[in-house]
């Protein structure tokens, strides 16, 4: 739906005399999510209205565009999964948002199940605790693929939502999103470090923003003024990509703070290093 929003969006008022300029078509298609919608969608003859003249715009889109399209919307309708993505740097509060938004879910009657990586032992496994101490039972896992045979094949199919916290840590998050959300129908809402110590790629979690619907990314506090902090300052001078730590390794910092920050690390790195090879030397 969204990539067919942006195909269309640009022309749209001036395809449809039926939706006025304050009605702008993003808007318009952005409610029209939910199956409800797009069957809505298929039966409006200002749709129907919007295909054909669409039909004929050749430069824009070929008949076989429109096809595949119409063939994506049809098939979409099997199917209601969203998936949303919380992003940013540690101690932003992307597993209390996820929390949030699991519990509201709750509240909606609707079932849910948190999955967390099994590789950060730091608050125990069964449950997933935020910085400021709310806790809700979680499945601690190696990777997502085996989350279904773990919960049992019934009591998966009966789920509504899946959250997933730490999702930089999962090789697998890709597949898993896409078949809960385009085939079974979940809410999957994925909290994860879009970017590593480094400032890198972390894991998969950017390669899923093109399947979501939503993606929102979170600040923290800079540790040193108090700014807007966008990334995580390693402050050990270990280089592996996962170190599993808190604040006594990382630290949310502004982009100000994280290139100075880089600059005293490094610089005493090269200190420990040079002093090691000097003992070395001495022995
Ligand atoms: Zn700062």
Same mark, same amino acid.
């Given at each position: 739906m969204l990539r067919m929003k942006s195909l269309l969006s640009p022309s749209f008022s001036t395809l449809s005399p039926h939706l006025t300029k304050t009605t702008p078509f993003s808007l318009y298609f952005l409610a029209s999510k939910s199956i409800l919608c797009n069957s809505q969608i298929l039966k409006n003859p200002n749709c129907l209205h919007i295909k054909s003249t669409i039909s004929s715009m050749k430069p824009l889109m070929s008949s076989n565009s429109i096809q595949s399209r119409r063939v994506q919307i049809e098939a979409s309708q099997s199917s209601s999964g969203e998936i949303h993505v919380i992003v940013g740097p540690m101690f932003a509060g992307k597993t209390t948002t996820l929390l949030r938004r699991v519990q509201s879910e709750t509240s909606n009657g609707r079932k849910v199940a948190i999955i967390k990586s099994n590789k950060d032992t730091r608050y125990g496994l069964d449950s997933i605790v935020t910085h400021d101490g709310v806790k809700l039972p979680c499945w601690a896992l190696a990777d997502l693929s085996s989350f279904r045979e773990k919960l049992g094949s019934d009591a998966y199919d009966e789920l509504d939502v899946i959250g997933i916290d =730490?999702?930089?840590?999962?090789?697998?998050l890709y597949e898993f999103c896409c078949k809960a959300a385009d085939h079974e129908g979940k809410t999957v809402i994925v909290a994860g470090l879009d970017g590593d110590y480094l400032r890198r790629s972390f894991g998969s979690v950017l390669d899923i923003i093109p399947l979501a619907d939503s993606v929102t990314k979170l600040t923290a506090r800079c540790e040193i003024c108090g700014k807007r902090a966008f990334f995580t300052l390693r402050k050990?001078? =270990?280089?592996?990509?996962e170190l599993i730590g808190g604040a006594d390794v990382y630290m949310p910092v502004c982009r100000q703070h994280y290139v100075s920050g880089q600059v005293v690390i490094e610089e005493a790195t090269r200190i420990v290093l040079e002093s090691q090879k000097v003992q070395c030397g001495e022995k």
């Open positions: =730490e999702a930089q840590f999962f090789g697998d050990t001078a =270990e280089t592996k990509t």
